[in-house]
């Protein structure tokens, strides 16, 4: 995912990095992942298992016959294999491809790994914003992408609620408040990652905000966090509720 927003100190994330190990503290509201593409190359999921990470997103695809990610099936697999529950997100190119034709895209390349055991909820990343293709504006062309995959999921038995990764002070800020997907909330804002917050800035651009609550789903605290098990710099993600939260919120259901 794009790098645009400024890196905070990691240790106001409060991490504490010891030979590419990440720990948590002792006081915790939240749940670490990490999410990958291509640009991590081989991936060594055993050791970002015991490195402290519960789950992790992969990239599936961009837009709609674009480009598959080549690295996909061996992450979903391999991270699966070492434990981690995985979900797939799909770069969207919505003013070049209906929702339609983005969810069919997106759906015949991951569609055969949602299915199997430790997935969770797959992601619409929102980072061009290059106008729609088959709806009124943004919000409308998420909602009626993850519609659609959630008929794929319905037709091969699994419940689906898709999610939006998008940057909180440009992405979101296209977004208004119809918006069904859950949010993925991009903000290196230097707060811990186990007991901050993604809502320091720009605020007013919080369409999932409750009664001044300032829910989230996800957090991707930085772009340069640094693992064991990942050569170079891999995004660290904060999940808002513990392991079974996790289960049974955005674990896959059958």
């Known amino acids: ?103 069919n895209y997106f759906w015949h390349n991951q569609g055969g790994y949602v299915s199997t055991r430790l997935s969770i909820m797959p992601a619409a990343d929102f980072e061009v914003f290059d106008g729609v293709d088959g709806a009124g504006n943004y919000t409308d062309w998420l909602n009626d992408w993850s519609a659609d995959v959630k008929a794929k999921g319905t037709s091969a038995g699994i419940v689906l ?39 320091n800035e720009c605020t007013s651009c919080n369409q999932w905000d409750v009664g001044g609550s300032g829910n989230w789903t996800y957090w991707q605290v930085t772009s340069h966090g640094s693992i064991g098990g990942v050569s170079g710099d891999v995004d660290f993600d904060a999940f808002n509720g513990t392991l079974a939260d996790l289960v049974s919120w955005q674990g896959v259901a059958k």
């Open 161 to 199: 609620r898709p999610i939006v990764y998008a940057s909180i002070c440009s992405g979101m800020c296209d977004l208004n408040t119809s918006i069904a997907l859950g949010s993925w909330c991009a903000s290196y804002n230097g707060e811990n990652l186990y007991t901050g917050n993604p809502w």
């Open 1 to 103: 995912m794009k790098k645009s927003i400024m890196l905070g100190m990691m240790v106001a994330l409060g991490l504490t990095l010891s030979a590419g190990t990440v720990r948590a503290n002792n006081s915790t509201h939240s749940l670490f992942g990490i999410d990958v593409s291509q640009y991590q190359g081989s991936v060594n999921w055993s050791s970002v298992k015991a490195n402290g990470a519960s789950y992790a997103f992969a990239r599936c695809d961009i837009g709609s016959y674009y480009h598959v990610d080549p690295d996909f099936g061996s992450n979903m697999g391999n991270g699966k294999n070492a434990g981690l529950y995985m979900g797939a997100y799909h770069v969207t190119h919505s003013g070049a491809n209906t929702p339609q034709e983005e969810c």
